[in-house]
């Protein structure tokens, strides 16, 4: 029986790659200095990963920016404009250097080269570089680096199993410029696929591991049809040495049984964390050689697994395949920090719950000990672990919060009245002009502010000091927005580092590590909180700021929080229970937030939820069941208060369309949300589905220094009353501010309010 693993993290335990990668980029160390950290890195998680006794270690992991935009070099899709030239007019050999401009673009304004549009990996936090594929385009190999890695592991003494995404999921996840069907370059690619297969051949490697995530969402018969063709075109080319392990994830590939198990592969891998039933399905149909890739740790979260429950579920079938059952995680472990070894600060309790990836290569090692090994003392020691970790996780669960949940009715989910009625109460004591204006929450943050907050966390600054500074921010910013002349004011945020970690920070049941990062893309990690009990808030968390920056000024300023979808999205969630009732949780959380903002004389809270689309699950069956539970810890968040508060919402990704009965579902009095880039187009969905409630859509993209003139805001806002009743829209940018500079913040605000003043004599 083999411990085999799918990938590992390659930001490094101490984000070595993430600041090697940025000090390169800022041209502060050379090429051959960043290449000798990448080295150190992959050299130090094969030598963990053998040393766990994975024996085939997953090579063609690591890559510098992005692993799929690897593959689009390797296959030689990197589209022109990102290439290099040389003094004749040649384009040169792709580098690193080449992938670096594919996936950040090169240049500014006129000259400026757009990077590839980029975008999230299937249903998880990590984002892909997308390739761009033309019609008729051809493949070739052009890109030598999961070879050289392949060289460098076995000179290294491992045997090494190159990983890559498969052709389909390739085709899938790319971009198809101009009109054509990506699926008529599926036979060129199969060629380039072939050829790679012999090259790995030619080294000596004995297995290959061809990643079909998009097994997991529901595919079209063309689409089932490209997966037949591609896995028996490469059975049928590919050296005989060479063995095929074909790995799905993120999801049950039970739908597609038939499909699958009649594919020519020596290896099929299964995510079983997603979905157990699948053991059984597919099992049954391995034929007699191949081999059964268990993916039963989850390579997906932080948790300690149950090795000792995962075991006695195996035992039939380790029995059945013996050295055919491969024991590894469910998915890469690209989506879990690197390694508990650094954190020092956690609690006991909290601490014993954990496994990122380096401890989950051990929890496999005794996964395989529980069902192999003769040694009864230590596979005794091993269950015992088990059982006492789920009873003291039993034993911290929280009665309150757990009463609290079964004692909902359907009115917490429900504002007391319809719309209709609270926006008449709403107007009559808000008193606002049409089209108000207002912003989306961020003010910037400037370098002044997280200096700060930087000295307040090392103990320069006194908690105090650090207050009282902030005050001055908060009521410059109120100030700024007065002259101004805005109409629906906000604090600005300068006291939060984040908006999910500022909030899990008061929440029982949260906890946090000092080096638990994960990659997004390129060098950029998040530090998701960890959600491992029942939540419950500790105290107010935003009062004292809104109350402070609503003492300023006449002017409604509203209360920010975050939704609980959000905060359920960037956080790792335990898996004990599920996730909508994680939400729920959360969302009374914040439910209590919004009372005490109520109480305290905020007429206007907005709940963001920028992450609401995210939680789609990849196969549409089963978004109706998530959009159910996602509205409804929304709605639980936000109806507690009386008609005449006001409740916004902010969401700042722009697709609408499949998700527009959930959005009016949510029934948030005011959403704002990214349009700016669409001209509009984007209301199209709201103006069709005759949105009923009160939109602010972005005027101005924030992602961009520039400043719109007041010509453009009107013409956009005349665009959107076109479709929109012109009483229900509001004037704001497309997301919050705290990315800009004051100089560009204040003249394109000026702007805003100056548009609304034409607009409202139009109208
Ligand atoms: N209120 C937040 C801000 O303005 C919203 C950000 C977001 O949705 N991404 O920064
Ligand atoms: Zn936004």
């Given at each position: 029986?083999?411990i ?5 993290p ?5 984000r070595e790659?993430?600041?090697?990668l ?9 090429q051959?200095a960043?290449?000798?950290v ?5 050299a130090?998680?094969?030598q963990?990963?053998?040393?766990a006794?994975?024996?085939?270690i ?6 510098y ?8 070099a ?21 580098d ?8 950040r673009?090169k ?11 980029m975008?999230?990996?299937f249903?998880?936090n990590?984002?892909?570089q ?23 592991a ?5 045997t090494?199993k190159?990983?890559l ?15 054509f ?11 380039v ?6 090259r790995?051949a030619?080294?000596g490697?004995t ?6 995530p998009?097994l997991?969402a ?11 063709q591609?896995y ?11 063995n ?7 999801g ?8 699958v198990?009649q ?10 964390v ?6 059984d399905?597919f ?8 081999v059964l890739?268990?993916g ?7 948790w300690?697994a ?5 075991a ?32 020092t600060?956690?609690?006991a ?17 005794d996964l ?8 009864h003392?230590?596979k005794?020691?091993?269950i015992?672990?088990c059982?006492?970790?789920r009873s003291?996780?039993?034993a911290n669960?929280?009665k ?22 609270r926006?008449?109460?709403q ?8 089209l108000?204006t ?11 502010i997280?200096g ?5 966390r ?11 500074q ?8 109120i ?8 109409d ?14 500022y909030?899990?920070?008061?929440l029982?049941?949260?906890g ?5 990062w994960?990659?997004?893309?390129g060098?950029r990690?998040?530090?998701p ?7 419950s ?7 004292e700021?809104?109350c402070?920056a609503q ?12 939704g ?14 599920p ?21 305290a ?26 959009f ?5 810890a929304?709605?639980?968040s936000a109806?507690?208060?009386q008609d005449?508060t006001?409740?916004h919402?902010?969401?700042?990704y ?6 527009i009965?959930?959005?009016a ?22 103006e069709?589905f ?6 602010g859509?972005?005027?101005y993209?924030?992602h ?15 665009r ?10 509001w ?7 705290k ?8 003249p394109?605000?000026k ?13």
């Amino acid at each position: 029986m083999k411990i085999t693993n799918l990938g590992f993290p390659r930001i490094g335990s101490q984000r070595e790659l993430k600041f090697a990668l940025e000090q390169y980029w800022r041209g502060e160390i050379s090429q051959e200095a960043l290449v000798a950290v990448g080295n150190t890195l992959k050299a130090r998680h094969w030598q963990w990963q053998a040393e766990a006794g994975v024996e085939l270690i997953p090579v063609g992991d690591f890559a510098y920016y992005d692993h799929v935009l690897d593959l689009t070099a390797t296959l030689n899709a990197i589209p022109k404009r990102h290439r290099a030239v040389d003094d004749l007019g040649n384009i040169k050999p792709i580098d690193l250097d080449t992938l670096f401009t594919a996936a950040r673009g090169k240049g500014h304004s006129a000259q400026q080269v757009c990077a590839a549009k980029m975008t999230k990996f299937f249903n998880t936090n990590y984002h892909y570089q997308v390739a761009e594929l033309h019609e008729g385009q051809t493949f070739s190999i052009a890109y030598e680096q999961i070879f050289d890695d392949v060289t460098q592991a076995q000179q290294l003494g491992h045997t090494p199993k190159p990983v890559l995404l498969g052709p389909v999921t390739f085709l899938h996840l790319s971009t198809a410029v101009g009109d054509f069907d990506k699926l008529s370059l599926l036979t060129p690619l199969l060629t380039v696929y072939q050829q790679i297969l012999q090259r790995f051949a030619e080294q000596g490697v004995t297995w290959v591991q061809l990643d079909e995530p998009v097994l997991a969402a529901e595919l079209s018969p063309q689409w089932q049809q490209a997966i037949t063709q591609s896995y028996t075109n490469l059975a049928d080319n590919k050296p005989a040495e060479l063995n095929i392990l074909l790995a799905s994830y993120y999801g049950s590939i039970a739908h597609h049984h038939s499909l699958v198990s009649q594919l020519p592969v020596q290896g099929l891998h299964l995510d079983l964390v997603s979905d157990s039933s699948q053991l059984d399905l597919f099992s049954n149909s391995l034929t007699a050689e191949q081999v059964l890739s268990a993916g039963v740790i989850n390579g997906r979260n932080v948790w300690a697994a149950d090795i000792d429950l995962i075991a006695q579920q195996l035992k039939p079938l380790a029995d059945k395949l013996a050295d055919r059952l491969w024991l590894a995680p469910s998915c890469s472990l690209l989506h879990t920090p690197v390694s508990l070894d650094s954190e020092t600060q956690l609690s006991a309790s909290l601490y014993e719950q954990l496994a990122f990836a380096k401890q989950k290569l051990t929890e496999l090692q005794d996964l395989k000990g529980l069902l192999t090994s003769n040694d009864h003392s230590t596979k005794q020691q091993i269950i015992n672990r088990c059982q006492t970790r789920r009873s003291n996780k039993a034993a911290n669960a929280d009665k309150h919060v757990a009463t609290r949940l079964t004692k909902l009715t359907p009115d917490s989910f429900q504002r007391q009245s319809c719309f209709e009625q609270r926006i008449s109460a709403q107007h009559q004591k808000l008193n606002l002009p049409l089209l108000p204006t207002t912003t989306i929450g961020s003010f910037p943050q400037t370098a002044a502010i997280r200096g700060l907050r930087k000295r307040w966390r090392t103990g320069d600054l006194s908690s105090q000091e650090y207050q009282r500074q902030l005050e001055q921010v908060t009521k410059d910013t109120i100030e700024r927005q007065l002259k101004i002349g805005l109409d629906v004011l906000v604090h600005g945020e300068a006291e939060r580092n984040d908006m999910v970690e500022y909030f899990a920070q008061d929440l029982n049941g949260v906890g946090f590590t000092d080096f638990g990062w994960v990659q997004s893309y390129g060098s950029r990690c998040v530090k998701p909180p960890l959600i491992f009990g029942d939540v419950s808030r500790e105290k107010p968390m935003t009062v004292e700021w809104a109350c402070y920056a609503q003492s300023l000024t006449e002017k409604p300023v509203k209360g920010m929080l975050t939704g609980p979808v959000t905060i359920l999205h960037w956080s790792f969630a335990r898996e004990d229970i599920p996730r909508e009732q994680i939400a729920n949780q959360i969302a009374l959380a914040i439910r209590d937030e919004v009372a005490d903002l109520e109480q305290a004389g905020i007429s206007i809270i907005q709940i963001d939820e920028p992450a609401f689309r995210e939680g789609l699950p990849i196969k549409q069956s089963q978004w109706q069941h998530y959009f159910d539970w996602a509205v409804a810890a929304f709605k639980l968040s936000a109806s507690v208060v009386q008609d005449n508060t006001q409740i916004h919402t902010h969401m700042c990704y722009s697709e609408f369309n499949d998700s527009i009965t959930a959005i009016a579902a949510m029934d948030a009095d005011v959403i704002t949300i990214e349009t700016s880039r669409s001209q509009m187009t984007l209301l199209d969905t709201f103006e069709y589905f005759q949105y009923p409630n009160d939109i602010g859509p972005g005027v101005y993209d924030i992602h961009s220094p520039n400043i719109p003139s007041v010509d453009d805001i009107v013409t956009l806002m005349t665009r959107a009353a076109e479709k929109i009743p012109v009483k229900q829209l509001w004037i704001n940018p497309d997301c919050g501010l705290k990315t800009r500079t004051w100089d560009e913040v204040e003249p394109a605000l000026k702007n805003v309010v100056e548009a609304a003043k034409v607009l409202r004599r139009q109208y």
